[in-house]
């Protein structure tokens, strides 16, 4: 090993800027405001052959897009669900194994909450007594079927939708589809034609929405997301980080970004350490495409 390693001028400033933002937000409470989270149920995974390459779909491509929806969200496990009642969008990738205890515990959540939630695959495939695609409607309120052949696990959303394709076209099997009069379908599987993306709104107050292909669309779910009460900071698909006092914006393009901030009048810009004003709860930032945006609220 060699020294010098950080010795040039805009590496040493960067680290300076680091430490400089860290001695400021020492003290400062920085509480969870994210009201989007994807919620995994590790227990499920036991109870299911999931290739690896379908997981990095359901999970790590699911998280990519949620970043582009333009709110913050978390990633909690099923369990700790009950622990806040803030969230306004689930999703829920990989919810195979439901028992009665779960359904009702989840049901009792949304029907307190009235949440929009996003079941993904073969939700509630497998209960306490067995495996039958008739417990998928007892968890999502929506009918499902599987077909007999294989087909690739992609999703196109109708006309009434923004125009988006999303899924995988390396996930070839007997995905499940859509058949159900009482529920909205909103996209059609790229290959067969079935529905692979449907909504209803259920009786008890809350919003159940299918879709079989992972990695549902980020412009999708900041639509779900508005939809459902959440509050959106940002219509384009750039990252955005949150919580009571500080936002981060991380640029997927170059351009004018937009963020709303509807109890601010002021953004402190922690990274070039000056203010910046805003009307009516919207500040305007011009970022290039790469560049991290670090903002104090007050």
Same mark, same amino acid.
């Given at each position: 090993?060699? #020294? &010098?390693?950080?010795?040039?001028?805009?590496? +040493? #400033?960067?680290?300076?800027?680091?430490?400089?933002?860290? $001695?400021?937000?020492?003290?400062?409470?920085? %509480?969870?405001?994210?009201?989007?989270?994807?919620?995994?149920?590790?227990?499920?995974?036991?109870?299911?052959?999931?290739?690896? $390459?379908?997981?990095?779909?359901?999970? $790590?491509?699911?998280?990519?897009?949620?970043?582009?929806?333009?709110?913050?969200?978390?990633?909690?496990?099923? =369990?700790?669900?009950?622990?806040?009642?803030?969230?306004?969008?689930?999703?829920?990738?990989?919810?195979?194994?439901?028992? #009665?205890?779960?359904? =009702?515990?989840?049901? !009792?959540?949304?029907?307190?909450?009235?949440?929009?939630?996003?079941?993904?695959?073969?939700?509630?495939?497998?209960?306490?007594?067995? *495996?039958?695609?008739?417990?998928?409607?007892?968890?999502?309120?929506?009918?499902?079927?599987?077909?007999?052949?294989?087909?690739?696990?992609?999703?196109?959303?109708?006309?009434?939708?923004? +125009?988006?394709?999303? &899924? #995988?076209?390396?996930?070839?099997?007997?995905?499940?589809?859509?058949?159900?009069?009482?529920?909205?379908?909103?996209?059609?599987?790229?290959?067969?034609?079935?529905?692979?993306?449907?909504?209803?709104?259920?009786?008890?107050?809350?919003?159940?929405?299918? +879709?079989?292909?992972? !990695?549902?669309?980020?412009?999708?779910?900041?639509?779900?997301?508005?939809?459902?009460?959440?509050?959106?900071?940002?219509? *384009?698909? =750039?990252?955005?980080?949150?919580?009571?006092?500080?936002?981060?914006?991380? !640029?997927?393009?170059?351009?004018? %970004?937009?963020?709303?901030?509807?109890?601010? +009048?002021?953004?402190?810009?922690?990274?070039?350490?000056?203010?910046?004003?805003?009307?009516?709860?919207?500040? $305007?930032?011009?970022?290039?495409?790469? =560049?991290?945006?670090?903002?104090?609220?007050?």
């Amino acid at each position: 090993m060699t #020294s &010098g390693w950080y010795d040039t001028p805009p590496l +040493s #400033s960067a680290v300076q800027t680091m430490v400089r933002i860290t $001695n400021e937000l020492a003290d400062v409470e920085r %509480k969870g405001v994210a009201e989007i989270a994807i919620v995994i149920d590790e227990e499920s995974l036991l109870h299911v052959q999931c290739p690896p $390459n379908q997981l990095v779909h359901l999970i $790590n491509h699911q998280c990519l897009e949620l970043s582009r929806a333009g709110a913050p969200f978390d990633t909690i496990l099923l =369990d700790d669900l009950e622990s806040t009642d803030r969230y306004r969008l689930l999703l829920l990738p990989t919810l195979f194994h439901a028992t #009665s205890e779960k359904r =009702d515990r989840l049901h !009792a959540y949304l029907e307190r909450t009235g949440a929009t939630v996003v079941f993904l695959l073969a939700p509630g495939l497998i209960s306490e007594d067995g *495996t039958d695609v008739q417990n998928c409607r007892k968890l999502t309120g929506i009918n499902i079927e599987i077909p007999d052949n294989r087909h690739f696990n992609v999703v196109e959303t109708t006309n009434d939708l923004p +125009s988006v394709t999303y &899924g #995988s076209w390396y996930w070839h099997d007997r995905v499940p589809h859509v058949v159900d009069d009482e529920a909205t379908v909103l996209g059609h599987y790229a290959e067969t034609g079935l529905a692979g993306l449907a909504t209803r709104a259920m009786p008890e107050g809350w919003t159940s929405i299918y +879709s079989g292909a992972p !990695a549902v669309a980020g412009r999708l779910l900041r639509d779900w997301a508005r939809s459902a009460g959440a509050h959106i900071y940002l219509d *384009t698909d =750039d990252a955005v980080f949150a919580c009571s006092t500080i936002i981060a914006i991380h !640029a997927r393009t170059t351009g004018l %970004k937009t963020l709303q901030v509807p109890d601010a +009048s002021e953004l402190h810009d922690l990274i070039n350490d000056v203010a910046i004003a805003g009307a009516n709860g919207q500040f $305007n930032l011009r970022l290039t495409r790469g =560049d991290t945006a670090l903002l104090r609220r007050g």
